[in-house]
């Protein structure tokens, strides 16, 4: 999102500061900025860009200036591009001043979408002062259409392109709702006691989702006793099938147990995450026939689908950044190893039991 203008004042001369690209399609209001003129009060600083003198903010004010015949005005600089500046003098002329007009934010945000498509339709919304929906009628039409140009030459790669977007808080968050969804899930899954509203904003979807969500999960017929039987070894998938392994896990968690030949193909992201140990662990009635046996295949299901999400993820990993996110992927796999380690240790200390026995 956009840097924080300086905080610090400055004095700049009125005759050295120069028009802005304004949102406002009908141009200065000059009755406005007579009333700022006679009102007699101390103008609030404007916003000025640093390097070209060019106002972002503040014309109704500079031009008040003019009126009282001040030769001085108290500024403030910002920084950026200068589509970034646009993006700027729209958010600040939807929260001060005289309003934008609908058609002002709606024309405002036609010309946003078109340099900046990879920012969601609520950031783009809290800045032009409209609705969510509002810039998702637009995003749509825009797609349909020949991405709109700025005037300045940026980019204005279409907007329907992106496969991720940059939200209000500065995350990036997956398009496609599937994938959101999926997020979800898998929060809901790794963290049962955090609150709606915080997987709700962590995936990207609304609170309403994460709550009906929860509540199937919760449904989850786990200890009505009415499971289905287990189907005999030589209809499941023999040890060694990725693809069948990860559809008899995904069973397990999806919902009522259902045969083989019923469950939906994995992708090859989930089969190559799924281990062959996986059928023994759903072929095993102690583990399959009980609530944390079933908890168990859920959870492990999970972190396959977690790898399969970082796969993709890890990809758009900017080269400053893949240090750091390979140094997290290695701690997380240190204790994999240490509880693997555990696991194998408790078998060890099993079998001595028995064998003394």
Not at 97 to 112: F, H, N, S, W, Y
Request: aromatic share 2%; net charge positive; glycine share 8%.
């Amino acid at each position: 999102m956009l840097d924080e203008p300086d905080s610090e004042i400055h004095t700049m001369p009125v005759a050295s500061l120069l028009p802005s690209d304004s949102p406002r399609l009908g141009g200065l209001c000059h009755d406005h900025a007579q009333v700022l003129a006679e009102s007699g009060r101390e103008l609030e600083p404007i916003l000025v860009h640093k390097a070209t003198g060019r106002v972002v903010d503040g014309m109704h004010r500079l031009r008040a200036a003019i009126l009282r015949g001040a030769r001085d005005l108290p500024v403030r600089y910002v920084e950026g591009s200068s589509a970034d500046l646009f993006v700027r003098s729209v958010a600040a002329n939807t929260r001060h001043g005289l309003p934008l007009t609908l058609k002002d934010r709606r024309a405002a945000v036609v010309r946003i979408l078109a340099s900046h498509p990879h920012w969601s339709d609520r950031a783009i919304a809290a800045v032009s002062g409209v609705s969510p929906k509002t810039v998702g009628a637009a995003r749509r039409r825009c797609s349909s259409e020949e991405s709109p140009h700025s005037k300045d030459g940026d980019d204005t790669s279409g907007v329907s392109e992106a496969t991720a977007r940059v939200g209000r808080d500065g995350r990036v968050r997956p398009v496609d709702m599937s994938q959101r969804r999926e997020k979800a899930r898998l929060l809901l899954a790794e963290r049962p006691q955090a609150t709606l509203r915080d997987v709700a904003e962590e995936a990207g979807v609304s609170i309403s989702t994460v709550h009906r969500m929860r509540r199937a999960a919760s449904a989850h017929p786990a200890d009505t006793g009415r499971d289905r039987e287990a189907p005999p070894a030589s209809s499941g998938p023999a040890p060694g099938e990725g693809a069948q392994t990860g559809a008899v896990v995904v069973a397990c968690q999806e919902g009522p147990l259902r045969s083989v030949s019923e469950r939906a193909e994995p992708s090859a992201e989930t089969a190559r995450a799924q281990p062959r140990a996986a059928v023994s662990l759903y072929r095993d009635p102690s583990i399959r026939f009980t609530d944390s046996g079933r908890a168990l295949l859920r959870w492990l299901n999970g972190q396959s689908g977690e790898l399969a999400m970082g796969e993709r993820l890890l990809a758009s990993v900017p080269p400053h950044c893949m240090r750091a996110a390979a140094e997290v992927a290695r701690h997380y796999a240190r204790e994999w190893e240490r509880l693997a380690d555990t696991l194998q240790r408790n078998e060890r200390l099993s079998n001595n039991l028995r064998g003394a026995r």
